[in-house]
Nanobody
Framework: QVQLVESGGGLVQAGGSLRLSCAAF????????MRWFRQAPGKEREFVAR????????SYADSVKGRFTISRDNAKNTVYLQMNSLKPEDTAVYYC?????WGQGTQVTVSS
């Protein structure tokens, strides 16, 4: 069974940092781009960041550019999202995605 399992979410004050992880089980995604999305209450799921399979290319939503960094470790089948200078508007459930697979999400709450 293929699973993507996110972790690292939590409650943090504005200006703080969190590091999310997404570990893949059941198959390797080393040949696939991996992405992070987020969904705030009452809003649609939105793209946050993407990293190519070979880590050469990354892209970010304008709202997180300069504050978030996506990375991956193919040997560990894991993708990360380092989130710095967090803002209350970053509050959302964060999901990782690879190919057709989605994780269950991890809650990030930023208090003002």
């Amino acid at each position: 069974q293929v699973q993507l399992v996110e972790s690292g979410g939590g409650l943090v004050q504005a200006g703080g940092s969190l590091r999310l992880s997404c570990a893949a089980f059941g198959r390797t995604f080393s040949n696939y781009a991996m992405r992070w999305f987020r969904q705030a209450p009452g809003k649609e799921r939105e793209f946050v960041a993407r990293i190519s399979w070979d880590r050469r290319t990354t892209s970010y939503a304008d709202s997180v550019k300069g504050r978030f960094t996506i990375s991956r470790d193919n040997a560990k089948n894991t993708v990360y999202l380092q989130m710095n200078s967090l803002k209350p508007e970053d509050t959302a459930v964060y999901y990782c995605n690879a190919d057709q697979e989605w994780g269950q999400g991890t809650q990030v709450t930023v208090s003002s």
